[in-house]
């Protein structure tokens, strides 16, 4: 009997395709220019700055330490009647407390968060977040109504100075970083429709350079922040999927150009012009405060 026909060799596995190519994003910005001034008063002691997507021409801001529970809408542009740096409104939030204002941060439907969350001596036993819609700039200055609160609390009832506060799109959450250590704490869950409280919780401590972390900010898109020093701007980029606590406790960012400022603590990504960022200081006495830009290249 002849033996068996020998079985033919099996097929090999198809090649491991390769991996997709991170997300890239345009880093180059260039060197400053004054694009306006700001008028004082009001708004003396500008310590955070976020663009509008209602109002994409717009960059809302706050008082610190001694200022009142007031947003203040600036012109990015020369946009109807306003012109660039011009004060738009001053917009009230209803019942809304005052501590220490340090950020201010956005979604993209158009919700605006003011971070009551400075703490110079740590000894705050809860912060507070504020949250109201964006202004009808056409209605001029006036009280925003549907203010809610968020109250904070670390873990362990410690208190943490911060003046880092952002919305990440992708897991409706909110996330802070403190100003000394840089360590990053997050909501444990979507902030509802109602006042609420929550115990934040630690998701990392970011990588480069801890320290004086004065301001942060998202682009449009999610993609892109911007961490905010004294004398200096990191930027990140973030791939698809990626969480934003693995990306600033895991990467050292890219230090993209920056001019000292008189305490100089605000930084944002701009909603109009290239998309490059604003950056604004507190007056230090000055009647009127250079707004800043640094357009993409």
């Known amino acids: 009997t002849p033996p068996p026909p020998t079985p033919p060799p099996p097929t090999p596995p198809p090649p491991t395709p390769p991996p997709p190519p991170a997300f890239t994003c345009a880093d180059g910005f260039a060197e400053r220019q004054q ?12 310590s955070g700055i976020v663009a509008g997507f209602r109002n994409p021409t717009t960059i809302y801001s706050h008082n610190d330490l001694t200022g009142k529970p007031e947003v203040y809408a600036i012109a990015t ?33 158009g919700q605006i968060f003011a971070g009551d969350i400075g703490d110079n001596s740590d000894k705050r036993k809860a912060i507070q977040i504020y949250r109201v819609s964006e202004p009808d700039l056409s209605r001029g200055s006036h009280t925003l109504m549907d203010t809610r609160v968020l109250e904070a609390t670390y873990p362990g009832g410690k208190g943490f100075n911060a003046e880092c506060l952002m ?20 909501t444990p869950f979507a902030w509802g429709n109602s006042n609420a409280k929550m115990t934040l919780v630690k998701v ?23 961490m905010k020093f004294y004398d200096e701007v990191t930027h990140y980029c973030r791939n698809p999927g990626e969480s934003l606590a693995s990306v600033l406790s895991g990467k050292e960012g890219k230090e993209v150009p920056y001019r000292t400022e008189p305490q100089g603590e605000a930084v944002a990504f701009a909603g109009d012009r290239n998309g490059g960022y ?10 009127r405060i250079p707004l800043y830009y640094y357009s993409r290249e």
């Open 35 to 46: 694009v306006g001034l700001v008028t004082n008063p009001p708004l003396d002691e500008a």
């Open 278 to 287: 604003y950056t604004l200081s507190e007056s230090t006495g000055a009647s």
């Open 167 to 186: 919305y990440d799109q992708f897991d409706d959450r909110l996330y802070i970083v403190t100003k000394s250590k840089g360590d990053i704490y997050r």
């Open 77 to 109: 542009s020369n946009t109807g009647s306003w012109r660039t740096g011009e004060l738009q409104g001053v917009f009230r939030m209803n019942e809304a407390g005052f501590d220490d204002y340090e950020d201010i941060a956005i979604s993209p439907s």
């Open 204 to 226: 990392g401590t970011v990588k480069t350079r801890p320290g004086s972390i004065t301001g942060c900010d998202i682009s449009r898109n999610g993609r892109e922040i911007l």
